[in-house]
Nanobody
Framework: RVRLEESGGGSVQAGGSLTLTCATS????????MGWFRQAPGKEREGVAT???????YYADSVQGRFTISIDNAERILFLHMNSLKPDDTAMYYC????????????????????WGQGTQVTVSS
């Protein structure tokens, strides 16, 4: 059974940085597509960034140039390095893994991911 556990959230001022970590276990395939998603109160869950060990990395326009997603393949840990944080980045952040190959253009669609962590809260104050 796939298990994902996020950590690293917190409260920062605008312009600050945070790094989120997602520890993974139970994956039989080490080359699955993984992503970070976020959900703010009253809003739908949105894809933030996605990557896979042997694949392309892709970002939402809203975080392009500020966030970086990466994988430590040896430890099977997914990271999200967040710089120049804005109040609009405030949300619960979730790590997710897809159990199947995804067509280009669908990588940030949450319905394509079937394993999810519990989330870690990020709050950015102005």
């Amino acid at each position: 059974r796939v298990r994902l556990e996020e950590s690293g959230g917190g409260s920062v001022q605008a312009g600050g940085s945070l790094t989120l970590t997602c520890a993974t276990s139970g994956m039989r395939d080490s080359d699955v597509r993984m992503g970070w998603f976020r959900q703010a109160p009253g809003k739908e869950r949105e894809g933030v960034a996605t990557t896979k060990r042997l694949g392309t990395t892709y970002y939402a326009d809203s975080v392009q140039g500020r966030f970086t997603i990466s994988i430590d393949n040896a430890e099977r840990i997914l990271f999200l390095h967040m710089n120049s944080l804005k109040p609009d980045d405030t949300a619960m952040y979730y790590c997710a893994a897809s159990g199947r190959p995804l067509p280009i253009g669908t990588w940030l669609e949450s319905e394509n991911y079937n394993s999810w962590g519990q989330g870690t809260q990020v709050t950015v104050s102005s």
